[in-house]
Nanobody, 121 residues
Framework: QVQLAESGGGSVQPGGSLRLSCAAS????????MDWYRQVPGKERESVAS???????KYADSVKGRFTISRDNDKKTVTLEMNRLKPEDTAVYYC???????????????WGQGTQVTVSS
């Protein structure tokens, strides 16, 4: 079993910055893709940023140039640095990790509990 713990959410004014972190823990496991999603009530959950095992990153057009995703393979964490935040960025942000424990023969998706990010004046 792999568990994800998110932190870093909060309220900020437009143009401000926040840093979200997600730490994976559990039995011995291997982490593959690490992503950040966000969701607004009544809307579909959307991908914000992703980083694969080779370090290749991908961003949604709405956050490109403002957000930066990174990972620490030793600590098994993924971070999302959010700069020049806009009210449209307000949402619950979810960490997503695809991982496989040493006891498994296939990888599985794991979701964090979600952390609220509010951007307003």
């Amino acid at each position: 079993q792999v568990q994800l713990a998110e932190s870093g959410g909060g309220s900020v004014q437009p143009g401000g910055s926040l840093r979200l972190s997600c730490a994976a823990s559990g039995t011995r496991f291997v982490v593959y893709d690490m992503d950040w999603y966000r969701q607004v009530p009544g809307k579909e959950r959307e991908s914000v940023a992703s980083i694969d095992s080779l370090g290749a990153t991908k961003y949604a057009d709405s956050v490109k140039g403002r957000f930066t995703i990174s990972r620490d393979n030793d600590k098994k964490t993924v971070t999302l640095e959010m700069n020049r935040l806009k009210p449209e960025d307000t949402a619950v942000y979810y960490c997503f990790v695809r991982a496989r424990t040493y006891e498994q023969i296939a990888s599985y998706p794991y979701w964090g509990q979600g952390t609220q990010v509010t951007v307003s004046s």
